[in-house]
């Protein structure tokens, strides 16, 4: 089915959050008869249009409908005995988007490098605009004056593709993650693996070249492939101390990143996205000066506060072991760490690698106290408490001027807070508070 051919099929929208709604609006402005459910709701929705028929609290029978468009955190399973076609909001947006797409995907880091991205191409008097799994629908950039759109694409939005093509894919990493949805190692890489099988060779495909399973992912399609690296010359893009150096065009320039504040900076989101800039032919060094206005986001190795010489540096986004090494790796030493919360049952010997080189000691707390204990075996000091305000306390108490007490819980937050948002910004009242003891 084409997008010209949806005014008058039935459509199915699960999900009322932020990407549901936009879908369930976008599907009725295309004179479609939109049903939109949510199981998880009973209170009234706000913000759709009046012709949408809204079912709250229930699934209404799949049968019948032309079209399924499934929020992202709606299990394939909830509409798997359909013969409708399943569309998710990205295959949508992509579709009606009359402009190139770059598309970022990987297990962490998307948010931080499709910002970049479009800091970089703004900077370039590019009009474009980030979108897709940070919080803004893909479906928002639909009949926009754009010349490019930027948008992070998660596992479970790659699952409800089709004809999902972008100009330019960025892989920035694979490790283990929602495993509780897809099963295997396998399978998680299956679905990051969407990104590429509709590309074409005039496309471009750009991959973490030191790590073998993503260039074999970006190695299923058919687009150009470009690498980068964290110290590789033979790459498309390298770190050479704190220069970046890309040869994506077959000659090689060099950007020096030597400020303290890109030191907090994952540099290989930074490397990805001066890549994927390099390749769509513009001028990068032309680009650098954008991104003095650079912020990074919320919870993303964010500093925020400094207390009697001890800086606090917010990193709650990392919820899985990869995420809590790479900011480990990034953030200045000596290290005081403060990990845990819900245990994802995700392997832990290389974050506890990590850990072992770059924290002085750790508290562990939340359920998963005991399972990150014993996965340090003793490597490094570590403490186990049960609540989170004693976790940072403990870890001030152990922290000396001149330290970093850093939270990466390389876990999920549900145990005690309801998302990595709530516990980050109890790490800040946390710091506040200490600042001013009564």
């Given at each position: 089915?084409?997008?010209?051919?949806?005014?008058?099929?039935?459509?199915?929208?699960?999900?009322?959050?932020?990407?549901?709604?936009?879908?369930?609006?976008?599907?009725?402005?295309?004179?479609?008869?939109?049903v939109?459910?949510?199981?998880?709701?009973?209170?009234?929705?706000?913000?759709?249009?009046?012709?949408?028929?809204?079912?709250?609290?229930?699934?209404?029978?799949?049968?019948?409908?032309?079209?399924?468009?499934?929020?992202?955190?709606?299990?394939?399973?909830?509409?798997?005995?359909?013969?409708?076609?399943?569309?998710?909001?990205?295959?949508?947006?992509?579709?009606?988007?009359?402009?190139?797409?770059?598309?970022?995907?990987?297990?962490?880091?998307?948010?931080?490098?499709?910002?970049?991205?479009?800091?970089?191409?703004?900077?370039?008097?590019?009009?474009?605009?980030?979108?897709?799994?940070?919080?803004?629908?893909?479906?928002?950039?639909?009949?926009?004056?754009?010349?490019?759109?930027?948008?992070?694409?998660?596992s479970?939005?790659?699952?409800?593709?089709?004809?999902?093509?972008?100009?330019?894919?960025?892989?920035?990493?694979?490790?283990?993650?929602?495993?509780?949805?897809?099963?295997t190692?396998?399978?998680y890489?299956?679905?990051?693996?969407?990104?590429?099988?509709?590309?074409?060779?005039?496309?471009?495909?750009?991959?973490?070249?030191?790590?073998?399973?993503?260039?074999?992912?970006?190695?299923r399609?058919?687009?150009?492939?470009?690498?980068?690296?964290?110290?590789?010359?033979?790459?498309?893009?390298?770190?050479?101390?704190?220069?970046?150096?890309?040869?994506?065009?077959?000659?090689?320039?060099?950007?020096?990143?030597?400020?303290?504040?890109?030191r907090?900076?994952?540099?290989?989101?930074?490397?990805?996205?001066?890549?994927?800039?390099?390749?769509?032919?513009?001028?990068?060094?032309?680009?650098?000066?954008?991104?003095?206005?650079?912020?990074?986001?919320?919870?993303?190795?964010?500093?925020?506060?400094?207390?009697?010489?001890?800086?606090?540096?917010?990193?709650?986004?990392?919820?899985?072991?990869?995420?809590?090494?790479?900011?480990?790796?990034?953030?200045?030493?000596?290290?005081?760490?403060?990990?845990?919360?819900?245990?994802?049952?995700?392997?832990?010997?290389?974050?506890?690698?990590?850990?072992?080189?770059?924290?002085?000691?750790?508290?562990?707390?939340?359920?998963?106290?005991?399972?990150?204990?014993?996965?340090?075996?003793?490597?490094?000091?570590?403490?186990?408490?049960?609540?989170?305000?004693?976790?940072?306390?403990?870890?001030?108490?152990h922290?000396?001027?001149?330290?970093?007490?850093l939270?990466?819980?390389?876990?999920?937050?549900?145990?005690?807070?309801?998302?990595?948002?709530?516990?980050?910004?109890?790490?800040?009242?946390?710091?506040?508070r200490?600042?001013?003891?009564?």
């Amino acid at each position: 089915m084409q997008l010209s051919e949806l005014a008058g099929k039935r459509v199915l929208v699960l999900g009322l959050g932020t990407s549901g709604r936009s879908a369930a609006a976008f599907c009725a402005s295309r004179g479609c008869e939109v049903v939109a459910a949510d199981e998880k709701l009973s209170e009234p929705v706000s913000g759709l249009p009046k012709s949408v028929s809204v079912v709250l609290g229930r699934l209404p029978d799949l049968a019948g409908f032309d079209l399924i468009v499934p929020s992202p955190g709606v299990p394939p399973a909830r509409y798997a005995g359909s013969d409708a076609l399943v569309w998710g909001d990205i295959e949508l947006a992509f579709r009606a988007l009359q402009v190139p797409v770059i598309a970022v995907t990987g297990t962490n880091g998307k948010s931080t490098t499709v910002l970049l991205l479009e800091t970089l191409l703004r900077g370039l008097g590019r009009r474009v605009r980030a979108a897709g799994n940070l919080g803004v629908p893909a479906l928002s950039l639909v009949g926009e004056a754009l010349d490019v759109a930027v948008l992070e694409v998660s596992s479970f939005q790659l699952e409800t593709t089709e004809s999902f093509r972008p100009r330019i894919g960025v892989l920035l990493n694979l490790s283990p993650d929602h495993l509780d949805r897809h099963g295997t190692l396998s399978a998680y890489a299956d679905a990051k693996a969407r990104l590429f099988r509709r590309q074409e060779p005039s496309d471009t495909a750009i991959v973490d070249g030191d790590d073998p399973r993503c260039v074999a992912l970006a190695e299923r399609g058919a687009a150009r492939l470009l690498r980068f690296s964290r110290s590789d010359p033979a790459a498309d893009a390298w770190w050479d101390g704190e220069a970046a150096c890309l040869s994506a065009t077959g000659e090689t320039i060099r950007l020096e990143f030597d400020e303290p504040r890109w030191r907090a900076m994952p540099r290989q989101n930074l490397l990805a996205a001066l890549l994927a800039v390099q390749a769509s032919e513009l001028d990068v060094r032309a680009a650098l000066p954008a991104l003095a206005g650079f912020a990074a986001l919320p919870h993303r190795l964010q500093e925020v506060g400094c207390v009697r010489g001890v800086r606090f540096v917010d990193d709650s986004k990392a919820t899985n072991p990869a995420a809590a090494a790479a900011a480990l790796e990034a953030t200045q030493k000596p290290i005081v760490w403060i990990a845990g919360g819900r245990d994802k049952q995700l392997p832990l010997g290389a974050l506890m690698e990590s850990a072992k080189r770059h924290a002085r000691r750790a508290v562990f707390y939340g359920e998963a106290a005991a399972a990150l204990a014993a996965a340090a075996a003793g490597s490094f000091p570590a403490d186990c408490v049960a609540e989170f305000d004693a976790a940072v306390t403990r870890g001030f108490e152990h922290a000396r001027p001149g330290d970093t007490l850093l939270l990466a819980p390389a876990c999920a937050s549900f145990d005690q807070f309801a998302s990595f948002e709530a516990r980050g910004d109890a790490f800040r009242a946390i710091a506040r508070r200490l600042e001013k003891p009564s």
